[in-house]
T-cell receptor, first 121, second 107 residues
């Protein structure tokens, strides 16, 4: 079955960088987009950006421009999301989610299990 | 960016009753609207896309309607597993944006 499995929880210091992985299985990796969405504790969902695993092209939310980098490794069917200059407000669960090409990268299905990143000194 | 506004923030419903959730977009998103629900400690799950098409495996008691700026998610007869937070999301424009969520709780 289609699965997105993310890396484990981490604790980071303010100013540090984090890198979360999202390994896809059960489908052809290069035929679906991958989005990244985060959720701060007790809050709603915030879209961060998208990567096309076939071309490597990306679109980032303006809020994260300059701090976020999304990459992929087609040999391992894995997408990575790196966020630099961490601050306490970046404490959140980070999700990857798949989107079909023919939906214009529209709806997200399925989602990874989430990765909790805690930023604390 | 397009702002998605959901109402109400909390909906108290008895099991077996009908629930109606609303989502409004600050400008037209055509039918490019999805609904998700999220249970505590879990990732969101897709319910509806294209404003009214149920995702694979989603029961028929979930239905979506609307286009343009006004959308509705209806749960015809609430089951225990339906008590969760529901989010709408537009995919007509960049950036993709979500509503703030409606919590459906047991009355």
């Amino acid at each position: 079955q289609v699965q997105l499995v993310q890396s484990g929880a981490e604790v980071k210091k303010p100013g540090a960088s984090m890198k979360v992985s999202c390994k896809a299985s059960g489908y052809t990796f290069t035929t679906f987009y991958i989005h990244w969405v985060r959720q701060a504790p007790g809050q709603g969902l915030e879209w961060m950006g998208i990567i096309n695993p076939n071309s490597g092209s990306t679109i980032y939310a303006q809020k994260f421009q300059g701090r976020v980098t999304m990459t992929r490794d087609t040999s391992t069917s894995t997408v990575y999301m790196e966020l630099s200059g961490l601050r306490s407000e970046d404490t959140a669960v980070y999700y990857c989610a798949r989107a079909p090409f023919d939906s214009g990268a529209g709806w997200f299905d399925p989602w990874g299990q989430g990765t909790l990143i805690t930023v604390s000194s | 960016e397009i702002v998605m506004t959901q109402s109400p923030a909390t909906l108290s419903v008895s099991p077996g009753e009908r629930a109606t959730l609303s989502c409004r977009a600050s400008q037209s998103v055509s039918s490019n609207l999805a609904w998700y629900h999220q249970k505590p400690g879990q990732a969101p799950r897709l319910l509806i896309y294209g404003a009214s098409t149920r995702a694979t495996g989603i029961p028929a008691r979930f239905s979506g309607s609307g286009s343009g700026t006004e959308f509705t998610l209806t749960i015809s007869s609430l089951q225990s597993e339906d008590f969760a937070v529901y989010y709408c999301q537009q995919y007509n424009n960049w950036p993709r944006t979500f509503g703030q969520g409606t919590k459906v709780e047991i009355k």
